[in-house]
């Protein structure tokens, strides 16, 4: 009872609430005059009917047909005391009925089951939490990109200054803190001296004060900002950021890449030393139709085919898997492998220099696209409603992409690729469909915004789709394990470990690794440094070696089940789930 008077008189003392509280007073105190004013009448017309009652049973029968509990034994003779009494029985039913509780529920209950909500408002992290990721800046990918790293086991605190939409995202299973971007003091109370990294990802502006702010309470914290406009880079690194990122920059390189060149096929993702790991789209090649076996990719070029993805979906090849068109194949070899692997596929082929693509969408990510496709020499033509100054002329359509005159100007029905680089996925996906079902043959590549959308995006007909969201943790989760774990697409990762005790002694084949976990190793690193590139079946585990897998997140967590491995992020001990 004392907790819950405290309670009641900080809530009162709220200016919002006082203003409420005079509300429902007046209210009230108009209901009271109506009461007194209906007993007065009660004994005027009782004394008109020559009968006499009590005051208090004045009041007792204005409440009594106010509240429609009925008559008892207490009734007017005369029709203007039934009159009288309709109109009493009418004003408590607007009155005490239907506006009273609605009153004191928008005036009090409501206002205070708020505030007892705001009181449940965490504004701060516990106490020597570390090794956690601040996210700053709500937006879908905020949210999408803290859901990416909570399932890599990294902590993330949301910093948001919306009461309501801090108790949605609480609802949700969010972590999140009250505060303002602005305030060093919110930065503080989240612990951000001992954070693995902050992460900016509102506008610039903001991005600014919330990288100036946080500095000044964690000067030594790597901080990661996200860039609309190139200009803002070197403002971010002033105000203290470690690390900035154009990332619609980079999702636009990263389309321009997947764009098919012959005779270059494959597009390179990561390095590892003399490891190279690459990926290569399988249409139009002499692989189309053929099992891996029939391929013979690894005796030819030396690559080893290390996982397929089929319409979004990777899994790892087996020697009967059979390529489609919208196969893409990821493959791993040395520098001199991966050359090979491109010149059998491009073999006999010779690019067309009449073949061009058609980037639907002239924002920041497909001018990235276009100016990435005009360094490679392969001609783009960029469709959208308003055309960026920096496009140079002749290499845009202004227009409707829905429009198949605009579409058929750009060069739809002769294009080999077509690039769709809209922010709204919707508006993809209905791309997506019209130019698949106008261009069954054609190369159709697509961004995505969230990851929820990416299969969507394949079952519309793209042959590749990229998540910006994707990117953006693929950034983050790169930064935070350097050297531990490698993310190269939606989901798949390149990841190292001590070899196990267990696979001490044993061979390759005999391990199980890749049947038991779905990982396959790529490479392997003895103690004396040198790095084994696909090793065959028969090559024997020495202790001290250390063994390059690839996998997506699952077959990840398996091997570090069976053989275990180090864990690839902090995991603050202070907040456990």
């Known amino acids: 009872m004392k907790y819950l008077s405290s309670q009641i008189l900080a809530f ?172 060093s003091n919110a930065y503080r109370k989240m612990q951000a001296a001992s954070a693995a990294m902050l992460v900016a990802l509102d506008t610039d ?12 309470a964690a000067p030594d914290v790597p901080i990661v900002a996200r860039a609309e406009n190139e200009a803002s880079i070197d403002i971010l690194q002033l105000a203290g950021s470690t690390r900035v990122f154009l990332f619609h920059a980079l999702l636009g390189q990263a389309l321009a890449r997947r ?62 898997t059979r390529f489609s068109p919208f196969t893409v194949l990821v493959i791993a070899g040395t520098r001199m492998q991966i050359a090979a692997f491109d010149r059998l596929l491009g073999s006999g082929q010779k690019r067309d220099p009449h073949a061009s693509t058609v980037v639907l969408g002239g924002g920041r990510v497909g001018v990235a696209v276009a100016e990435q496709l005009k360094e490679r020499g392969i001609p783009a033509v960029v469709v959208d409603r308003e055309i960026p100054a920096q496009l140079h002329e002749g290499g845009y359509i202004r227009g409707d992409a829905a429009d198949l005159e605009v579409l058929e100007r750009a060069g739809i029905r002769t294009a080999s690729s077509a690039v769709i680089t809209t922010h709204d996925d919707d ?3 209905y791309l997506t469909i019209y130019c698949r079902r106008l261009r069954p043959d054609m190369q159709i590549i697509s961004r995505a915004s969230l990851d929820r959308n990416v299969g969507t995006l394949h079952a519309a007909g793209a042959d590749l789709v990229l998540s910006l969201a994707s990117l953006m943790t693929m950034s983050v989760i790169n930064l935070l394990t350097p050297g531990k774990i490698f993310m190269i697409n939606e989901g798949l990762n390149i990841f190292r470990s001590a070899v196990a005790p267990a696979l001490v002694g044993r061979n390759l084949a005999e391990s199980g690794i890749r049947v038991r976990t779905n990982c396959s190793v790529v490479a392997v690193r003895g103690p004396d440094g040198v790095m084994h590139v696909n090793p065959e079946p028969d090559f024997v585990f020495s202790a001290g070696d250390e063994v390059y897998l690839i996998g997506d997140s699952t077959a990840e967590s398996a091997y570090a089940g069976l053989y275990g491995s180090e864990p690839r992020t902090g995991t603050p001990e202070a907040w456990k789930p």
């Open 427 to 429: 508006t993809n996906i």
């Open 205 to 216: 502006i903001r991005n600014t004060s919330t990288v100036f702010a946080a500095r000044e």
């Open 259 to 320: 764009v098919i060149s012959s005779p270059v096929r494959s597009t390179v993702l990561k390095r590892f030393e003399r490891l190279v790991v690459a990926e290569a789209p399988v249409m139009r090649t002499q692989l189309v139709g053929k099992s891996l076996r029939e391929c013979s990719l690894r005796n030819r070029t030396g690559v080893n085919v290390v996982g397929v993805w089929e319409r979004g979906r990777f899994s790892l090849p087996s020697p009967d």
């Open 12 to 183: 009162l003392q709220q200016r919002g609430v006082r203003r409420n509280i005079n509300y429902l007073k007046r209210f009230i105190g108009m209901l009271l005059l109506m009461i007194i004013g209906y007993s007065v009448l009660f004994h005027y017309i009782m004394a008109y009917e020559g009968r006499s009652f009590s005051w208090m049973t004045g009041i007792y029968w204005t409440l009594t047909v106010m509240s429609t509990l009925g008559f008892g034994d207490i009734t007017f003779m005369s029709d203007l005391g039934r009159c009288f009494s309709i109109l009493v029985l009418l004003s408590g039913v607007i009155f005490f009925l239907v506006m009273l509780p609605f009153t004191f529920i928008q005036y009090f209950y409501a206002p205070w089951l708020e505030a007892q909500k705001k009181e449940q408002i965490p504004r701060s992290v516990p106490a020597g939490m570390k090794g956690h990721v601040i996210l700053v800046g709500m937006s879908p990918i905020t949210l999408n990109l803290a859901e990416d790293l909570m399932h890599y086991g990294t902590h993330c605190v949301i910093l948001c200054h919306e009461s309501q939409s801090l108790l949605d995202l609480l609802d949700q299973g969010y972590h999140v803190v009250v505060g303002d971007h602005d305030n």
